[in-house]
Each structure stands twice: as C-alpha cells, then as structure tokens.
Nanobody, 118 residues
C-alpha cells in the first residue's frame, strides 16, 4: 500500500502564491505519473497538472503560465507552485500518483483546501 500526505494549502489573497507538497510512503516499486487534481464545490474533479517519470509536464488550460509542477524522485514527492492565484482557483486539491511496474495502481491523497479570497 502507498500513502500520500499533502500539505501547503490555505487562504491567500488574489494574486498571491502557495506551494503544495505531496509525499508518498509505503511499498513503492516505481512511481510513474504524479498529478494534481482539484475539485471546486458543485464541479467535477479536474486535472490541474501532471508530470511523468521522465519529467515531462502537462497543465490544464486555466493554470498554464501560473502553476508549475515538479517532482523529487529521491523523496517520492511532488510539488505544485501556484502563482497569480485567482478566486476561481479555490478548490480542494488532490495529489494522485500512478505506481507500479506490472500491477499499476492509482493512489489519492486526502486533499488540501486552497481558498483564494480578499
């Protein structure tokens, strides 16, 4: 089993920045993709950003140019640097990893609240 622990959420004013962190622990063979999703009240969960094992990244259209995803393979960690935050970025942010070599599984963090408000 793999456990994900997220941190870094909170309340920030529009235009501000936050950095989310997610660390994986447990029985880990190989972490393939590492992703951040978010879910706002009344909306579907959406992909914010992803990074594969080779370091290639992809972003949702609404966060391109403002958010940056990175990973530290030695720490089994993924980060999301969020700049120029907007009220519409308010959501619960979830860490997600795809792990395994033969038996590939997905794991989710518990979520961390990000609120952008003045």
């Amino acid at each position: 089993q793999v456990q994900l622990v997220e941190s870094g959420g909170g309340l920030v004013q529009p235009g501000g920045s936050l950095r989310l962190s997610c660390a994986a622990s447990g029985t880990i063979f190989r972490i393939n993709a590492m992703n951040w999703y978010r879910q706002a009240p009344g909306k579907q969960r959406e992909l914010v950003a992803g990074i594969d094992s080779g370091g290639s990244t992809n972003y949702g259209d609404s966060v391109k140019g403002r958010f940056t995803i990175s990973r530290d393979n030695a720490k089994n960690a993924v980060y999301l640097q969020m700049n120029s935050l907007r009220p519409e970025d308010t959501a619960v942010y979830y860490c997600n990893i795809v792990e395994g070599i033969i038996n590939v599984r997905q794991y989710w963090g518990q979520g961390t609240q990000v609120t952008v408000s003045s």
